[in-house]
DNA sequence: TTTTATTTGTTCACTGTTTCACAAACATTA
DNA sequence: TAATGTTTGTGAAACAGTGAACAAATAAAA
């Protein structure tokens, strides 16, 4: 069995549980609670126990829950492939700023190669081969399936040849619109959107603690 | 009237009409559609409907929204403020990515200055100033509201000062975990989770498609 | 071994979000 | 001006996600 109908939202929260497991593993903890877990994900308990259940019975009432086992339990169930392959497409600032932080070895995999038009970012002179995008079709790693984008022209064009090249998985950082086929996952990441959401939010509770003072 | 009580998740949504808008009003489109915004946003035409009517009576029957009206009308209603002063708190690989890429201006303003500890990172050699953190007090812009953090040590440290200096929202590109006050709005963006999560959704929907395919 | 204390897994009620479906409003054409 | 076609704005239904409460299961203590 396989997890299967995992709610998005739940699914949404696994990299979060995941990552505070590690760190308490790393520590040396062993054996965890969901109240205690709680306080270091800033997620409720009983959340937390639902989100764990999908995955099976995973804890012992009375005593919380077993790291290591958890640990185990969520890189099985989930797929987390410690050597997934990963390509980098782009090399500007933004894809160097990436393969500088390359150190996620033992969390998700790491980049394999990048991809770059411009010819004179080619190398190893990042830490990480940089191809010539010509050659994409040629050297992208066999299985690989995650791609970062990180370009900001000729973005469906370079989308539909990732796609066809059996990419599934699309971190985008570009601040274009594109299409891909269903079945393809993408995941945007745009700093600029994330700042305007925050004016938003933080304008939108502001006008509500006035409300709420002025009485009107 | 200003906005408010507006859903949380209309709130997410804002800035990605708002970027298509801008989009369309570069390539002289007058006049939208619900359903023709569906096609570029991938937001049913439906809900597009209800987020813009929490904004009041937007569009006409019959005719669809006026682009150059419904961005202006974002703007103010949303405070979007051109001039918002932004700081980025870290001058590391990412930090300087961001600087690098500080062309934000008639979007959401921009990075006004920096703060480092690491001295040798000081001055205008990124194209934004970078200030010592000691000076972080001294420096900061007035009325600024806005932080990037791209840190990786004395993280807690470094928040409170910042709340403590009229922080309000937090872009955190930090893999720690932090405590901040109610009324403080955190957005965290954190490649390697969106890269765990894309391969979570990825298998999630793999089994799902197998289940589908095998009958059981 | 029995009792007590603890913590899980899950049911239920509730809140928030999305979608359907349609009346009302307007643009356009004749 | 009247008739027609289109698209909005929204009430109500359906769906999804959250949190309180508690029974069942286990650990730890007596």
Redesign the interface.
Known sequence: M?????PKAT??R???Y???LRRLQKNGVERIMSKELSS??DIEPTTIRRDFSFLGNLGKQGYGYDVDKLIEIFNGQ????FD?K?ILVGAG??G???M??NK?DY???EIECAFDVDKSKCGTQFGVEVYSMDLLEEKIPKGC??A?LTISHNVQETVDRLVDCGI????DFT?Q?FLAPK?V?I?S?????????????????E???K?QKSGK
Chains 1, 2 share one sequence.
């Open positions: 396989t997890a299967n109908n995992v699914l949404q696994y990299p979060v995941l990552k505070a270091f994900v989930l797929g987390v492939n997934e990963i600032n933004l160097r700023a990436l500088n932080y996620w969390v998700v995999g399936r995650i970062i599934t998985g699309i971190v601040h619109h079945g996952v995941k990441i745009d700093v600029v959107s994330s700042i305007q959401e925050l004016v938003f939010m933080t304008n939108s509770l006008s509500k603690t409300k």
